[in-house]
């Protein structure tokens, strides 16, 4: 056991695996990118409309029935179906299905999260609102999304967890990022290699959770604390 | 009928699919199996965890972050973890599988019995109830319909993690979707993708689907209409 | 039956006590109702009773026996409680329901069904209810079953907290009125805890006025503590309209009714004017013996110079022998007459005017 973690501290301390494309600075920058792009292009699919859909009371059935089934696809198999699919379409190996993949992971519990939040707003302060002469526009912008805000961070929040998880999968359609070091591990039976690949990917979806949580805490008015009631999706 | 065929042999194999039934077959046996073990296992653990976090408040948190760092460490990280320990095993599929469940059903544990009415708790002990009566006779009976939803979640959850289990030689379904990765310019490949992805989302929603019956069965009261 | 002595609770945290030193005794089939304002302690000493809450000092003795001396849930098994949510298991059935203490306490599964026709008769269910779930009944139905619950294994004494309090005035009425009918066919043991003075004072046998720290103020019948609180607090708590409250506790049958200025139909004008003289009023009533057909006011009579003829009108408001004074009071000065006329299943017993009804509080 020992001389297994000092193999591992070895290869950290290894200074070949800091540099080039297969150093560490490279593949978590990849994977921070990647994670960032395809977190940020499904926050701007998914939350507009679901605040709209949601401020409107339209389509709550559907988004229970959608998020379900979501929920029971799993990720490694969305990875690999956008393979073939981005083949077919010209776009290749590597980047485009893993973030094509990952884009699809990260809408549902965005879209969830944040129809949630908006129609958990107490009808009380919409009403109010509407009461005193404010627009929908208006309500929508300053009365429902500030309210909703720590739910939809939470929804941020486990996507992006998401993404930083399912990335890893990416090593296996030609993509890098950290899971490189994982499957490439696998492959070469470099075990050591595997477990720091581990450490790296845990320590990064650690900080991103801890990130989000204080986040989500800063963002919550005091006194008002949101309980998750539906498991957070993986 | 002919061009369609030939266009749809260019993505799909139909004769891959009826020559290799038999291992489709095992390897869903395979899925239920990993699948059931990992969930009943990581009830039972879950339920005692849940009733110290109940009996000694001051361990609840404590518990969530551990089982929430467990929940939080990527899928494949986990079994990074594992494999110098226990090998390419069941076992170490097993914990990593098993960890998966335990914030989800811990919480859900917790959050049903958290919700039995107080004027039902004090009803029954006025009446007479031991606390561990209550408990078992009372509060978890009470709180059947959210630890229920909690399965159902853990157990959704886990059929997708299963998948990821053939990077270390097991996989269930998740075998097709590894080898057709690997074979993915040929037709075979798309094949073998998208038979392990179809059925992995049948067993999800086959057993979301039976869970929720079940429920129904069991707690028939939570269905009735309410009279006022 | 149950015996508090100098019983006291002071929770942990707080200097002043809930319960500062109470004594109080409750005699076999007695109703007594603990009622003051919010803060006097009367819920923590009915759960002390039943050691719900434990008594800091003092002691409590049922029937001979001190309360400490069986396990405190073998204690509830043999005393009913009934809570104001009544707190009725959702996941069990009425039947369920009913049936949990004689199941705690092993009873045979006959004896357990018999038990449930028998409180289905008393408490007044329907039968197709025992098969449904609580959700699917009413806030009264529930009530009901919460007392048939906690009557199940017979127990000699019942515990009430605030038990009517969360429905409706109809139904609280109605709920009021069935466990009176109730408690005079069983003669149980009951302590119940009540905010509102006039449930206390409808329900008890004895009263017990609790102020803030459960310091007693006063213990007595209701009619007792009507016609004298033993300190201003009592008379505050007891309201403004005391003397209208001991009315209602008054049947009229306890009274001497007048023969009110009733004259038959073919009476002569002198008589009419002597009798309405003499009862010093401004009309005449017509009628015979055991049978009163209406009423005449003066002017209508002086015109017609007798009754012939002349139109009768209706007393509108009628009494019963078992009414109280207080909705005797309510008839008269509701009425043009400013009588009531009382009577005994049809026929016509006798009036009542203010004159005759004050007399009974001033006495």
């Known amino acids: 056991m020992i001389e297994f973690f000092a193999e591992v501290a070895d290869w950290f301390t290894d200074p070949s695996n800091w540099q080039g494309i297969d150093g560490i600075p490279n593949r978590m920058w990849e994977h921070v990118q990647m994670t960032a792009l395809s977190t940020g292009f499904a926050a701007l699919i998914a939350i507009p409309p679901a605040i709209i859909l949601a401020h409107r009371r339209i389509g709550g059935v559907l988004v229970v029935a959608g998020v379900n089934i979501a929920r029971a696809v799993p990720s490694f198999a969305i990875v690999a179906i956008a393979l073939p699919i981005t083949i077919r379409l010209g776009l290749g190996l590597g980047f485009w299905p893993t973030f094509l993949a990952l884009l699809f992971l990260a809408v549902p519990p965005m879209f969830s999260n944040t129809y949630a939040g908006i129609t958990g707003v107490d009808p009380a302060l919409v009403e109010s609102a509407r009461g005193m002469g404010l627009t929908e526009r208006q309500t929508m912008t300053r009365i429902e999304v500030p309210v909703a805000l720590p739910v939809i961070i939470a929804g941020l929040r486990i996507a992006t967890v998401q993404v930083i998880a399912t990335a890893t999968l990416g090593a296996l359609v030609a993509w890098g990022g950290l899971g490189r070091y994982i499957i490439d591990g696998f492959a070469t039976q470099d075990i050591p290699e595997v477990f720091a690949g581990g450490i790296l990917v845990a320590l990064l979806a650690i900080t991103a959770e801890l990130a989000f949580n204080i986040f989500e805490r800063a963002v919550t008015p005091a006194g008002q604390r949101y309980e998750e009631r539906i498991g957070t999706a993986r | ?228 | 039956m149950i015996e508090l002595s100098d019983v006291s609770k002071t929770f942990r945290g707080t200097d002043a006590p809930a319960v500062g030193r109470l004594s109080l005794n409750v005699g076999v089939g007695e109703t007594v109702v603990l009622v003051g304002p919010s803060g006097c302690g009367k819920t923590t000493t009915l759960k002390m009773i039943n050691r719900l809450i434990e008594p800091t000092s003092g002691t409590i003795v049922i029937d001979g026996q001190s309360v400490t001396d069986v396990p405190a849930h073998e204690l509830r098994r043999s005393i009913g409680y009934v809570i104001q949510q009544i707190g009725l298991f959702p996941h069990r059935t009425i039947r369920q329901n009913i049936a949990t203490v004689p199941g705690l306490l092993g009873w045979e599964k006959w004896r357990v069904a018999d038990r449930i026709d028998e409180l289905a008769d008393l408490v007044d269910i329907n039968p197709d209810m025992l098969d449904r779930y609580p959700s699917e009944l009413s806030g009264g139905e529930r009530q009901r079953i919460g007392v048939a619950r906690a009557l199940a294994a017979d127990p000699p004494v019942l515990l009430m907290d605030e038990p009517f309090g969360a429905v409706d005035p109809i139904v609280r009425a109605r709920l009021q009125e069935g466990l009176l009918s109730l408690q005079e066919r069983l003669h149980k043991t009951i302590v119940l805890v009540t905010h509102d003075i006039d449930e206390a004072i409808l329900l008890g046998d004895r009263v017990a006025i609790l102020n803030v720290g459960g310091h007693l103020e006063q213990y007595d019948t209701p009619a007792e503590i009507l016609r004298s609180p033993a300190s201003p607090f009592v008379a505050d708590f007891l309201g403004t309209d005391r003397g209208i409250k001991r009315l209602s506790l008054i049947p009229i049958r306890d009274i001497e009714l007048e023969h009110g200025p009733v004259v038959s139909a073919d009476a002569g004008s002198e008589e009419i004017e002597q009798v309405m003289a003499a009862s010093g009023v401004d009309w005449i009533a017509v009628g015979s013996d055991g049978q009163l057909d209406g009423w005449v006011p003066r002017e209508d009579v002086r015109a017609a110079g007798s009754l012939t003829g002349v139109a009768l009108r209706p007393f509108e408001t009628t009494l019963d022998i078992s009414d109280s004074l207080k909705e005797a009071l309510d008839a008269v000065v509701s009425s043009h007459t400013s009588v009531a006329a009382v009577f005994e299943e049809g026929r016509y017993l006798g009036m009542l005017s203010i004159d005759t009804i004050s007399e009974e509080i001033v006495q």
């Open chain 2, 1 to 228: 009928m002919t061009l369609i065929a030939q266009a749809a042999s260019g993505w799909f194999r139909w004769d891959w699919i009826t020559n290799n039934a038999d291992a489709i077959w095992d390897r869903t046996l395979e899925h239920v199996y990993l699948t059931a073990l990992a969930v009943g296992i990581g009830l039972i653990i879950s339920l005692v965890l849940s009733v110290v976090s109940l009996k000694w408040r001051p361990t609840y948190q404590p518990i969530t972050w551990v089982t929430g760092i467990l929940y939080t460490i990527p899928s494949l990280a986990l079994f990074a973890f594992l494999v110098p320990v226990t090998g390419l095993s069941v076992l170490t599929a097993e914990i990593g599988l098993v960890s998966y469940t335990l914030l989800i059903l811990i919480r859900n544990i917790v959050t049903g019995i958290d919700a039995v009415p107080a004027d039902v708790l004090e009803s029954a002990a006025g009446m007479g109830y031991t606390q561990g009566r209550r408990f078992w006779d009372i509060e978890l009976p009470i709180a059947v319909p959210v630890i229920i939803t909690g399965i159902r979640i853990a157990t959704v959850t886990v059929i997708g993690l299963v998948t990821v289990t053939s990077l270390i030689g097991l996989g269930g379904l998740g075998f097709f979707i590894l080898r057709g990765l690997q074979n993915f310019s040929s037709p075979i490949g798309t094949t073998q993708i998208f038979i392990g992805t179809i059925l992995s989302v049948v067993l999800a929603v086959a057993a979301d689907v039976s869970l929720a019956g079940i429920q129904r069965w069991l707690t028939p009261w939570a269905n009735r209409g309410v009279a006022e």
